[in-house]
């Protein structure tokens, strides 16, 4: 092929195109509409379903529930019988214990059961001959006691009488003084006896001298007895000058004694404080004094006590012990009824315990009539409803509900079995209520409370715990509470677990709590 017959291709292409060029507005909204939409769409539908799927896997608090009671009730005549319930007479309040007040063995029984007896009536001995050896013990130590005092007072009415006359002291400084007078007159003569004795021994030594002069004409004793006369009188004299200082002393030492004696006798202070001394010795054995005649009414009394006597007017319930038993009294080491001799009752004051079913108890109101036959007696006796008890029965579904007996007759005694019949009370008439009200009650120990007033624990539908307020009926007690507003007869109460409940916390419901109420 030549070069004139080659085709051209370059012709045939078409001219090229520069890219049309995006705005700024452009690429904003392409991004938007690209990634920001779908991811918002997508992150929306995650968060509902984690939202709806961590329900399920949150905790969930255990617990058990029941349903509240809803009763029927009809308004009903006054004094027509609502229901039955058997029941026992006890003590009201309750039996009264006989104890002894001193550890003792008991030595003679004086009452049997059954017995009346009256206020302080004796109803058993113990053995006193210990107490009587204590009490003599007690005596003979007041006696001991009294002797000290009387030797106290004693001694002080003599430091009194020392203190108001020191006549002792007194003694002392006339001795004191005179002894003074005397020193003071010896050494007032000093002078004079040494003037006297200086003479004497000038005297001698001349009359020595004259006859050692004398050499033949008197004899050796001569000289030898002018010689010891002149010794003699040296020696009064050397003792007379040797006496002054020492007398001097005698005398200043007794011018102190006598007037450390003067203010002795002027301030009188051992004086004083054989007073006070003798003022507290005579306390301290009053206080013994008062001491022992305590332990001799204490004696008396623990003698007094072997002696057991009624503290009432009653009939003895039973006895607890018999001839020989030992009893403990206020020993601190004494147990429970190891003190008891008798149980007793006052006739006069008796009441049932009624056992009566939970579905009757919120006909019960306080102080309602109730009437009660026995077979110890035909005519019925009439009672009062006291209170109810929180002694509930599981077995039988009970609740201990107490009737006071009013006027009851001498054959009733405690311990017997009796029926009673409970009587519609008093109503004022409404006719606004329909004849059937539904009247909803919940047991006493699922009722909370607090400044804002009663509440329970209830379950949602979603099952999430609720708190709700209640108002209760008035006059109602017991094991179970009529609720006046704030439950529906569809609530479900919480049972075990609410201690820890707290509003709107998701809950599982093991079942249904079987040991309240029913």
Known sequence: MTTETRLDLTRLQRPTQSPPTKTAGQVRRSWFTRYVIPGAIVGGFLCLLMVTAGRQFLPRQSITVMPVFVMETQATQT????????????????????????????DELLVVEGQLVDRDEPIAKLISQDAELLLRQAQANLSLREGELARAEAELKAAKARLEQPVHLQVILAEANGMLAKSRTELARLPFLIEAARSAEGFAKINLRGKRAAHGGLTVRQVQQAENEYVTANATLKELLDRQPFLQKEVDALIQKVSGVETQLKLLVEEHRQSEEAKAKVQSAEATVVDAKVQVEQAELNLSRTVVKSPMRGRILRLLVSRGTRLMGLETAAGQNTSTVAQMYDPSRLQVRADVRLEDVPKIQIGGKVDIQTASTKDTIQGRILQSTSSANIQKNTLEVKVELIDPPESICPEMLVTTTFLAPKQKPDPTTASNLARISIPQQLIGADESGSFVWIVSPDLRAIRREISLAQGSSGVLREVTSGLTPTDKLIVQGRETLSAGKPLKILGEDQTLGK
Not at 80 to 85: R, V
């Open 79 to 106: 004094d027509a019988p609502l229901f039955q319930a058997a029941g026992w007479v006890e003590p009201r309040p309750q039996a009264v214990s006989v104890a002894a007040l001193t550890a003792g063995v008991v």
